[in-house]
């Protein structure tokens, strides 16, 4: 299966010059843990989590509403293309410890694609659960 089958193709996503303010509220606005951040020609550049938002700003004793989401974004991104094999964005995953991917076709965001997405899919299901059980067992670990 493709990831184009079980892709997002909603994307909401904000440029790098925005606050970090507007990015948490367009996360809760429509109940997302990330955005992709691009450039007004819609090239990736980043991504921001909410986790991002926390650690990055509010931890750090900034302002949300005077930082750049450039300042607080993740820049070494993991990306799939829309033909890729659902199991390899799974591997992806689970390698890289996160729940999302852009998928980008030639530089542009096109959609993202989640464990959640993998694991509707039920071709995917046992995917899924392999990715979600390394990202958490990681955690866990961490954590000690």
């Known amino acids: 299966m493709q990831i184009q089958e079980i892709m997002s193709n909603s994307v909401v996503a904000i440029t790098p010059d925005e606050s970090a303010s507007l990015a948490a509220r367009l996360l809760a606005r429509h ?44 820049r070494e991104l993991s990306v ?11 591997d992806r995953m689970a390698k890289r410890q996160v729940r999302r991917l852009p998928v980008v076709e030639n530089g542009v965001v096109k959609g993202m694609v989640s464990l959640g997405d993998l694991a509707v899919a039920r071709r995917c299901e046992a995917e899924a659960a392999e990715a979600l059980s390394e990202i958490s067992e990681n955690v866990v670990r961490r954590k000690k």
């Open 31 to 74: 109940n997302l843990g990330s955005l992709p951040v691009c450039t007004y020609d819609g090239n990736l550049v980043g991504i921001v989590t909410d986790r991002d938002i926390i650690v990055r700003c509010i931890a750090a004793d900034q302002d949300p509403r005077r930082v750049p989401v450039q300042d607080i974004m993740s």
């Open 80 to 90: 799939v293309s829309p033909d890729e094999d659902t199991r390899h964005a799974a």
